[in-house]
């Protein structure tokens, strides 16, 4: 059918704005973390306006996959990595963020160009007619993905099977054999004159008071500094922190 109704041209514009503002906020965004969950709002604006487009199929594929596996396992990968905000600012290349508008401000043109010459004198026919025509949305899909488009279906899949055994491959990283460190060569070094291989006493163990900031006592009373963690702030403990605690019967 060529009508839209209200509802539908309402709910395509919020969530055009939300979409298109979120994918605004990803590029203009200097921590990474925030750009990614920018991109988590646009790929759910993108899945809900599938839905209200009669493909719940899609809708749903876009919010579970993309959304809540892809995009979540990009954000725990940034998070492991620990990029912080200033990582973003700093410039391999020179001249790398203007090459990068400039592509992008021609490829946008270019798609745009592309769909509109390809789309221009095609008649509007909705979802509901297309989706008749096989029986349900993932029928539709089915049938053309592998009928029609099925070269490029299988295409797009050897791609993306190349580009994650071509990233495995750059990551990877060979070690010579002088390099590696057996287990006799560890067990040395724990042993040598000088280290305490045993296991340190935790940090407030037998000390003046139980604060994690509190180093743990060896068996010849000193403190090892060892025991606290290195992201806790140093600070000196006041007098009656250092004091000696009384039990009180």
Do not use: C
Request: proline share 4%; charged share 15%.
């Amino acid at each position: 059918m060529n009508h839209v109704s209200t509802a539908e041209a309402v709910g395509f514009w919020i969530l055009a704005t939300i979409a298109v503002a979120g994918a605004l906020g990803m590029v203009i965004a200097r921590n990474a973390i925030h750009s990614a969950l920018w991109l988590v709002m646009t790929m759910l604006s993108l899945g809900f306006i599938y839905v209200i487009n009669a493909a719940p199929f899609l809708g749903a594929v876009q919010i579970i996959v993309y959304t809540g596996a892809i995009m979540m396992l990009f954000l725990f990968v940034i998070m492991l990595v620990g990029r912080d905000a200033s990582d973003s600012l700093i410039e391999t290349l020179r001249g790398q963020r203007i090459a990068a508008i400039v592509l992008g401000v021609g490829f946008a043109v270019l798609v745009g160009t592309g769909l509109a010459r390809a789309l221009g004198d095609t008649p509007v026919v909705g979802l509901t007619e297309a989706n008749a025509a096989h029986g349900t949305n993932v029928e539709g899909l089915a049938s053309l993905l592998f009928t029609r488009y099925v070269f490029a279906f299988e295409v797009t899949s050897a791609l993306l099977i190349t580009a994650a055994v071509g990233a495995m491959v750059l990551a990877h990283v060979e070690r010579a054999k002088s390099e590696m460190v057996d287990q006799v060569s560890r067990m040395t070094q724990r042993f040598r004159p000088g280290n305490y291989p045993g296991a340190k006493a935790g940090p407030g163990v037998y000390a003046n008071t139980m604060s994690v900031a509190a180093p743990g006592r060896l068996p010849d009373g000193n403190g090892s500094e060892r025991t606290i963690s290195p992201i806790l702030p140093v600070r000196e403990l006041t007098a009656q922190e250092a004091a000696p605690k009384g039990t009180e019967k």
